[in-house]
């Protein structure tokens, strides 16, 4: 029974769930590996994992960074009913939340986030969500297990809330805004949008 069980998944999987050749005819634009950072090893320490994270996230940052300077600055501003107004106003969202994250990280202010106030041009919004997500990324590398496990004010002020959490909850959001990103660039005119999910990036590192 469980053998059948087991067996109806994978089938499951390989018809409804897995790649084929079907993605590839649909438009989607083939993975590169970019500035991808050296991969942590898999092992159950939470450092490894979180750092593993965050470099995916800055990773699947990339990929739609790249795909959205092929947009013309007024696609960028295009009235498209979503969470946020448009992919300039979605890409700024992400930028803010993931500054405002690190800070709460870091027990730093976050009085200053550069997204809130944003006047620049495309590319100054781009890199400067790059330079955010980096940001992120190399921090995780100097944090301790034991940093990790460490705990700040919750946003409701009732309580604590552990600082690995707040990571992933920021590396989550991120790609939840990434998915409206895709679904947006497209009705703006994008075509081909990159793949982003993890275990492509997985697959590029080589692991």
């Not at 769930?17 to 050296?38: A, F, L, W």
């Not at 159950?44 to 013309?72: E, G, I």
């Not at 993931?98 to 027990?107: H, P, S």
């Not at 100054?124 to 940093?147: I, P, T």
Request: glycine content about 6%; overall charge negative.
């Amino acid at each position: 029974m469980l053998l059948h069980l087991m067996l109806g998944a994978q089938a499951f999987l390989t018809l409804f769930v897995m790649p084929d050749d079907k993605i590839s005819r649909e438009g989607i634009k083939p993975n590169t590996r970019g500035t991808m950072e050296s991969m942590e090893p898999i092992g159950d320490d939470l450092t490894a994992m979180m750092r593993r994270y965050t470099a995916y996230n800055h990773w699947a940052n990339q990929q739609l960074a790249d795909w959205l300077r092929t947009a013309a600055e007024e696609d960028l501003d295009r009235e498209i009913e979503s969470s946020f107004s448009s992919l300039k106003e979605t890409v700024l969202h992400i930028w803010s939340a993931e500054y405002l994250w690190l800070q709460i990280v870091k027990d730093e202010s976050a009085e200053n986030n550069p997204a809130k106030h944003f006047k620049g041009s495309k590319e100054d919004l781009l890199k400067g969500w790059l330079q955010a997500s980096e940001n992120f990324s190399k921090h995780l590398k100097s944090m301790s297990l034991a940093d990790l496990q460490a705990k700040r004010p919750n946003s409701r002020g009732d309580g604590y809330t552990v600082i690995a959490d707040m990571i992933h909850h920021c590396m989550n959001h991120s790609t939840y805004h990434r998915g409206q990103l895709i679904t947006m660039g497209r009705q703006a005119g994008l075509d081909s949008p990159p793949r982003t999910d993890f275990i492509y990036y997985i697959g590029l590192s080589g692991e």
